[in-house]
């Protein structure tokens, strides 16, 4: 096991966000958290990534506890984060966001300048863009890029198919396809069963930041009532 959390509870101020939250994610798997808005997704990753801390619970990553780590701690140790924000720095060109990701990460490994851009052409193509002029879906693709230059061992998604073009979202799923055929673990946060589906092998349903449901990502697909109650909007 790469990543387990145990009865997690994240706050917000006084706000009760994530309600003892227990999952797991096996070394070379994708796994989904699946959910509407507001169900405490993102609030999970961010609670694995060390930027909003549990106040109580366990995280563990490859078998040594998290607590009290900062994010650029456990990020040396072999986790990256893509946000739903992204935070690619919009005044630096695509080449010098992915350069900067290489010279602050202390990790090496498969992942090269390169071989990011040989897996997402466009990135080549926009080398001397600045961030603030490339497109949403651009974005998304530099920015998983750019987790990728740190060469982790596990990458933490944060809705990596919203607001992208049907086509688009294709292309990301073949990207996820490649990544993991190179030792990456993956947790991805996202509404879109159907982009899932195509990418996961397990996927966890939450509910009022509380996981609800967990399955094979074709037994949540199949599951009628599950689908229609945690997840049709």
């Given at each position: 096991m790469l990543l387990d959390l145990a009865e997690v509870n994240t706050y917000y101020g006084t706000s009760h966000i994530l309600q003892d939250v227990t999952l797991e994610v096996d070394r070379g798997e994708v796994v989904?958290?699946?959910?509407?808005?507001?169900?405490?997704?993102?609030?999970?990753?961010?609670?694995?990534?060390?930027?909003?801390?549990?106040?109580?619970?366990?995280?563990?990553?490859?078998?040594r506890p998290t607590q009290g780590l900062k994010a650029f701690a456990l990020a040396r140790l072999g986790l990256a984060y893509m946000p739903d924000d992204l935070r690619i720095f919009t005044d630096l060109t695509c080449r010098e966001n992915l350069e900067i990701a290489r010279r602050l990460s202390r990790r090496s490994g498969?992942?090269?300048?390169?071989?990011?851009?040989?897996?997402?052409?466009?990135?080549?193509?926009?080398?001397?863009?600045?961030?603030?002029?490339?497109?949403?879906?651009?974005?998304?693709?530099?920015?998983?890029?750019?987790a990728l230059m740190a060469n982790p061992?596990?990458?933490?998604?944060?809705?990596?198919?919203?607001?992208?073009?049907?086509?688009?979202?294709?292309?990301?799923?073949?990207?996820?396809?490649?990544?993991?055929?190179?030792?990456?673990?993956?947790?991805?946060?996202?509404?879109?069963?159907?982009?899932?589906r195509k990418v996961c092998d397990?996927?966890?349903?939450?509910?009022?930041?509380?996981?609800?449901?967990?399955?094979?990502?074709?037994?949540?697909?199949?599951n009628e009532e599950i689908v229609k109650k945690y997840l049709a909007v």
């Amino acid at each position: 096991m790469l990543l387990d959390l145990a009865e997690v509870n994240t706050y917000y101020g006084t706000s009760h966000i994530l309600q003892d939250v227990t999952l797991e994610v096996d070394r070379g798997e994708v796994v989904a958290l699946l959910g509407r808005n507001g169900v405490g997704k993102t609030t999970t990753l961010r609670s694995i990534m060390g930027l909003t801390p549990p106040a109580s619970g366990t995280i563990g990553f490859d078998g040594r506890p998290t607590q009290g780590l900062k994010a650029f701690a456990l990020a040396r140790l072999g986790l990256a984060y893509m946000p739903d924000d992204l935070r690619i720095f919009t005044d630096l060109t695509c080449r010098e966001n992915l350069e900067i990701a290489r010279r602050l990460s202390r990790r090496s490994g498969y992942w090269t300048l390169e071989r990011v851009e040989e897996l997402f052409p466009v990135l080549r193509e926009r080398r001397r863009q600045k961030g603030l002029n490339m497109s949403g879906g651009e974005k998304k693709m530099l920015s998983l890029g750019r987790a990728l230059m740190a060469n982790p061992e596990l990458i933490l998604l944060d809705e990596p198919s919203e607001g992208l073009a049907p086509l688009i979202v294709l292309a990301l799923a073949e990207a996820i396809d490649t990544i993991r055929e190179h030792d990456i673990t993956i947790l991805l946060a996202d509404q879109n069963l159907k982009f899932c589906r195509k990418v996961c092998d397990r996927g966890y349903i939450m509910e009022k930041g509380r996981i609800v449901f967990g399955d094979t990502m074709e037994g949540i697909w199949t599951n009628e009532e599950i689908v229609k109650k945690y997840l049709a909007v």
